[in-house]
């Protein structure tokens, strides 16, 4: 069983900086690929970001590129999402999600492991 837990979640104003992160367990994911999505009220899960573990190949959304990263930490099994200049529209509960497909892939069916969710809130 695989387990996945999101932190670093919380309130900043717009401009700021947020940095989640992404604890794997249970499995290593070396051949895997894992991806950010975030859910904002009354809208549809999108997707963020995505890596490879492999290859350390991204994928991002038009609508955070240039200001989001994301990277991972291989020693201690966990996805970083580094966000910055922060925007309202970017307040959403964050999921953490693992995919066995070797390359970053944008949907959310293609991955198999989700986690619990961090909130993210910008205020203006």
């Known amino acids: 069983q695989v387990q996945l837990a999101e932190s670093g979640g919380g309130l900043v104003q717009a401009g700021g900086s947020l940095r989640l992160s992404c604890a794997v367990s249970g499995r290593t994911f070396s051949s895997y690929a894992m991806g950010w999505f975030r859910q904002a ?16 190949s991204t994928l991002f959304a038009d609508s955070v590129k240039g200001r989001f990263t994301i990277s991972e930490d291989i020693a201690r099994n966990t996805v970083n999402l580094q966000m910055n ?40």
């Open 85 to 124: 200049s922060l925007k309202p529209e970017d307040t959403a509960v964050y999921y953490c999600a693992a995919s066995s497909r070797k390359i970053p892939v944008v949907a959310g069916t293609q991955y198999d492991y989700w986690g619990q969710g961090t909130q993210v809130t910008v205020s203006s």
């Open 41 to 56: 009220p009354g809208k549809e899960r999108e997707f963020v970001a995505a890596i490879s573990w492999s290859d350390l």
